[in-house]
């Protein structure tokens, strides 16, 4: 019996010191994963918060048109500015 439970002792050192080495490995090979899987839960996160909020994402969609648009109408009548004050040269600084 004393040789049995010496061997059965001898074979759980020998378990665990082989469960640590691929406990070492696992580590090195998820190590590299790491970066990646980052960013695949932000991706996940943010389809879970696009599902959840389904009315911000629209109301943000329409507020950049909105801006997208009134950003163009400040263009052109910025540009209007320019041209009437080259032609005219109403408001010159001298």
Do not use: C, Y
């Not at 665990?16 to 090979?29: F, G, H």
């Not at 994402?57 to 997208?68: D, H, K, Q, R």
């Amino acid at each position: 019996m004393h040789h049995k439970l010496k061997h059965l002792s001898k074979r759980q050192h020998e378990l665990q010191l082989e469960a640590a080495a691929q406990r070492e490995a696992l580590s090195q090979n998820m190590h590299a994963w790491n970066g990646r899987l980052k960013w695949l839960d932000r991706g996940i996160a943010a389809a879970g918060f696009v599902k959840r909020h389904p009315t911000a994402i629209l109301g943000t969609g329409a507020l950049l048109a909105m801006l997208n648009r009134s950003g163009k109408l400040f263009l052109g009548a910025f540009a209007a500015l320019k041209a009437l004050r080259k032609v005219t040269q109403i408001f010159s600084k001298k």
